[in-house]
């Protein structure tokens, strides 16, 4: 055998994580799905494998040359490169049998065979919500979205975090309106770099498209409009721009921003911010980023829009919509390395038990009394010495352990000792569940 | 646009599913994912795309043959096919960073491009749990599996069902005892038949193996050993057999159906059940399959058993483990189809928020009040008339309504309907939560 011995390893640009990484990762997409849920969005479980034919009916360049294609039988296959093309399909296929708006969230993984590099990733988790109307989708939902981002991240408690809206009716209004129309998507992609090439270089950029300086003038006063939200939107008003795309925009952020505040989000969660675009040519309407005010460098852990039409390469039904996504893998190695969250337990068990030579049957029973109190019970079967075992449950980070011997067997109690505090004390298992759940409470 | 439309579809012997079928699948998903952590079990998640020279480090034949494999740049790469091999590859490659005994679960999809037959899938979810020793692992663990099972499906609600166990040491050893022992692997898979096939033609193809008739007798007498666990341990020790794998066998037999009983499995729920063998190659212990008893012709479950070796084909350390796995996506087709699961609701939503012609600042502020008391609630912001808002609740299966009109802004409160009952009261905020909450803890 020995000689034919394969080298155990993955791919380079695949995550997979040691118990302790595996259970904070967990915690957080639990979470996420949490409020996804509590929105009201239904799940979806689409195959990661579709035909090519239809994953790639938009696709082109870049996208096709990342994809994992390949042949079986007769079929020209590939795996899903994000969330949102298969939704397409999905709604496409059953329109007829979906109730709209249809929200919904998926969160899987998607695969993507680009060159690996720091922080990015060949298969990842991307957190998906998307809303779809049938021919048209309230603009309450512009505001839903960030509400759930704002829950998202709050709950998460990762610090303090900014979600930047936009409208792409304001943007592209004023562009018209300054008769630069033509150039709407160069502009948009110089201005999207304000942040990382500073207003001089962005300020040439646009001169070498050929602006003139009025109009760069009037660009750069645009773009960086400031004040609280209010005086954004005032701002807005009163720009000396006649066109109603733009108008229509500067109404639906000003709604926007008023029902995010009935939606329970602090104000200092969210700001207007006018150098939004997103790169993606199909959004229509409000846009949105979100950066964690400490760490800005992360640049937007949660992105998305509204666009008009998701299902346009299938059917001929108008089908507008809104979304947002997080791309959970990368968010979590970045959130890692930047020591923001920690992993601290390998072990998901709230008690150990620990039988110290005793016959097995007592502590078996006590472990099922401990699981039938809803908690997590792990027993340490094999005969071993006090000190081996207990250093198991210090390497797992149980948080309680539950010594039994024969003293134990005979009163009928367990030995419960918190790790933490090193406190035991001799109680009978009722009583030790209930001194068990007063601490977990309060912590 | 149109003429390039592509039809929108996915391949066959792939499953997706309705939303009102995806929430009843991820509530089956999600007591498993309770039950196995509740035992302690720690989370795995392996990527689906490996080299093709470690997923097929053991693999031959027909797994080979039913693999999706493809090249990306350099690389040979396939799709995983089961989760024990990347389990293997795993423990193997990290067994420095584990602390053993390692319990690990995943619940992932695994891919077979097999021809698509009726309940047979291409994508699939298997729920795997595995205990993986380092050089040991304590018999108690061989109990522990099937107390595992046991709360599973007592959770799932399916009807009563039925834990085969068996012992490979008891079947091998009995083979040898005969002068067998060469013809095991054919007499364990015509044994595996007798439930199919029947008694006579058993006992045919046993004499077709050259197999002599006392020898058969002693075969046929053996299998269809019967009576209470403990008159079959009483049986099989009283059986003429000089053999030492076989008595230790039995040994292990008696001590893990002793354990189970401490479990708390009720006796009723498990048999020991000689005919058991599990075609792979690889079970050198205990051995398990679980059948619906109302729904035999499913077959098996649930299966699994114990291993001498997991990962002889990456390193040369002993791990021993135990381990079964659920099929899920065939088992939730095979329980759909026969009725024994039915989906209910197409809504997660606890409560559905209808505002009717008013400001939606009110509404949001009191869906946002109902998500802060723990549950899930959607609001309809389009303007419609209140009887198409109505059919939209029912569609859904949303449980409760809370119905928002200029009379309920002014006096500070919902109209709250019961969607089951029909019964509807006007109620403060504080109110109707608690009366939801009330209600949603009777049923």
Redesign the interface.
Known sequence: ??E????????TG?M????AD??L??RIYDTIREVY???????????????S??LL?KAGGETEKQI???T??D?D?A?RFDLTVPL???V???SG???F?F??YQMS?V?R?ERPQKGRF??FYQCDIDIIGNE?L?L??D??IP?VIY?VFRRLDIGKFTIHINNRRVLNGFFEALGLENSISDILRNIDKLEKIGRENVIKELAELGIDDEKINKIMDFITISGTTEQKIEALKNMPIENERYKEGVRELETVA??MA???IDKSYFTIDLTIARGLDYYTGTVYETTLDEHKGLGSVCSGGRYDNL??????SKLPGIGISIGLTRLFSQLKEAGIIESRR????DV?VLPMGID??YA??IA?RI?QAG?????Y??QRAMKHKMK?AD??GVPYVAVIGENEVQTDTVMLKNMATGEQSALDIESALKEIKKQMGEN
Chains 1, 2 share one sequence.
């Open positions: 055998m020995a034919n011995r394969i080298k155990p390893r993955i791919l695949f997979e994580l040691l118990p595996q259970i990762f967990n849920e509590s929105f009201g969005f239904l799940p979806l479980d689409t195959p990661v494998i579709e035909l034919e239809v009916a994992y294609r390949f079986k039988g079929n296959l795996l397409a399909r999905y496409a296929q059953h049998e979906l109730t708006p929200k919904r993984k695969y065979g060949r298969e048209e309230d309450t939902y505001a839903e509400a829950n008023g029902y009935d939606f329970g299902t346009e390469y299938y059917t001929s390998s072990s998901l068990a150990l097995m049957g078996l029973r099922e699981r908690l997590k019970a792990d027993v079967y094999a198991y390497k797992l």
